[in-house]
């Protein structure tokens, strides 16, 4: 799914996902995914950086038996990480969901320039 780098967006990937896996009965929390992807696609949104126009893309994906999801945007894949948090903050939490939330997760340099942040849920499906 590709989508602009605006706030709306967040919720169209939410829905996305949900019609297009769904209907595929993966034994993983589809909560806990709609959450994390929430968390990745605001963050690709805000902190997207380009000089030119550009849009976030959603891709998902089996692996065997496991999910992968992937949030591509431009910018430095180094500028992403979990950063500490004060308790009072409205942010700088969602890194963290990301990782209590999935089973592992990773970011670098997407194929299509700029950065991925992917996250995996192991046994997604049954072998």
């Known amino acids: 799914m590709t989508l602009y780098p605006v706030p709306e967006s967040v919720g169209r990937a939410r829905r996305w996902f949900r019609h297009l896996v769904e209907p595929h009965k993966p034994a993983c929390s589809m909560d806990d995914c709609v959450c994390v992807i929430s968390e990745l696609v605001t963050n690709a949104v805000r902190y997207g950086e380009a000089e030119e126009e550009w849009r976030v893309r959603v891709e998902w994906r089996r692996e065997g038996t496991d999910l992968r999801v992937e949030v591509h945007s431009p910018g430095a894949p180094a500028k992403v990480r ?46």
């Open 82 to 127: 979990v950063l500490p948090y004060a308790e009072d903050s409205e942010n700088g939490r969602g890194l963290w969901l990301v990782e209590a939330l999935t089973d592992s997760w990773d970011v670098g340099p997407s194929t299509f320039g700029g950065t991925v942040v992917s996250f995996v849920m192991v046994n997604a499906w049954p072998a």
